[in-house]
Each structure stands twice: as structure tokens, then as C-alpha cells.
């Protein structure tokens, strides 16, 4: 028996030819962008969601200076990530920090766990980290929403730092 001019087993479905022009009876795009519309955005959806998440944080940072006695790398990216937020939240200051002795902070952003950097001038950023210095308070001088500006480096920061044996006070 053949019902609405199908045979049996294709009731309701449509054979759809992508080698034939779309006629009456086939499947048009509209029917099929139908079916992938939600496909489609739930893979956008997925994408958003994920690249902020690993956009928030350097995956390593590289910290140098004349006064360590190697560079110093920060690879955990929760570390690198509560670093991020405490510079980001940290007040402006301002300040003057010529002739104080710092240090390069080398961000190294979208890196994979199977790269390590080698070097800071392969870093896709850089702030400086100076520490507290002849009653001078410790400040980080980084990017924070497209404008570079002195920041008070808080207890987080200098936590985070003196974890990986970077001097904050000389």
C-alpha cells in the first residue's frame, strides 16, 4: 500500500538529491537549514563559551631580571589566571618608577600544554613587576583593558610571586 504517493516506510520523509536542483516534492535548503540551524548554534554556543575561558589567562608566564638568578615560569593556568584578576582588579596608582629595579613579566597567551616558551621575546605581552623598594610600595605596571597603567601590587600578587622565589621587597 502506498500512502500520500510513498511507498511504504517513507511516510513524511523526503529524499533529498544533492546532485538534482530542488524541486516540489525534494527537500529544500529551508527544510534542511531547519535541521542544522540547532546543531549549528548549539556549536557556536559551545565555542563562546570555551574561548573566554581560556582567553582570561596567559597559559604561561616567564618572569625575569637582572636579579634573579634564572627566569622564573609560571605554568599553572589557575595561578596565572588569580594573577590575571588581581591585576586586573588592583587600584591605579600613580607613581614614579624610574630607576626602580623590576621585573618582565612575560605573558605567553593561546599556548599549548605540548609548547613551552624558551625565551620572553617569543611573549604575545609584557608588564613589569616592581618590587617594594626603599619604603616604596610594590606596583605591577600592566595592559588592563587596552591602557598600560600602574597598579598596587596586592597581597594576591605578591603571594602568587614569592611562591616561585620572586623577590618582592629589596
Not at 612575560?106 to 599549548?112: C, D, I, K, L, Q
Not at 619604603?135 to 603571594?159: D, E, K, W
Request: some cysteine; hydrophobic content about 45%; glycine content about 6%.
Amino acid at each position: 500500500m502506498v500512502l500520500g504517493g510513498q511507498p511504504p516506510g517513507r511516510v513524511g520523509r523526503r529524499r533529498f538529491n544533492f546532485h538534482e536542483p530542488a524541486s516540489a516534492g525534494s527537500c529544500t535548503f529551508s527544510h534542511t537549514s531547519a535541521v542544522l540551524r540547532p546543531l549549528v548554534a548549539f556549536l557556536l554556543a559551545a565555542l563562546i563559551v570555551a574561548a573566554p575561558a581560556s582567553a582570561a589567562a596567559p597559559r604561561y608566564i616567564l618572569v625575569s631580571g637582572p636579579r634573579l638568578a634564572h627566569p622564573v615560569m609560571l605554568d599553572d593556568w589557575r595561578e596565572n589566571h588569580a594573577l590575571m584578576l588581581a591585576f586586573a582588579n588592583a587600584p591605579r596608582v600613580r607613581v614614579s618608577l624610574m630607576k626602580r629595579p623590576r621585573y618582565e613579566l612575560a605573558m605567553f597567551w593561546g599556548w599549548t600544554d605540548a609548547q613551552r616558551p624558551t625565551s620572553p621575546t617569543q611573549a604575545n605581552q609584557r608588564a613589569w613587576f616592581y618590587p617594594a623598594w626603599h619604603g616604596a610600595r610594590p606596583i605591577v605596571n600592566v595592559v588592563v583593558n587596552g591602557f598600560l597603567a600602574p597598579r598596587s601590587a596586592s597581597t594576591g600578587v605578591l603571594r602568587i610571586l614569592a611562591r616561585h622565589g620572586v623577590p618582592t621587597r629589596l
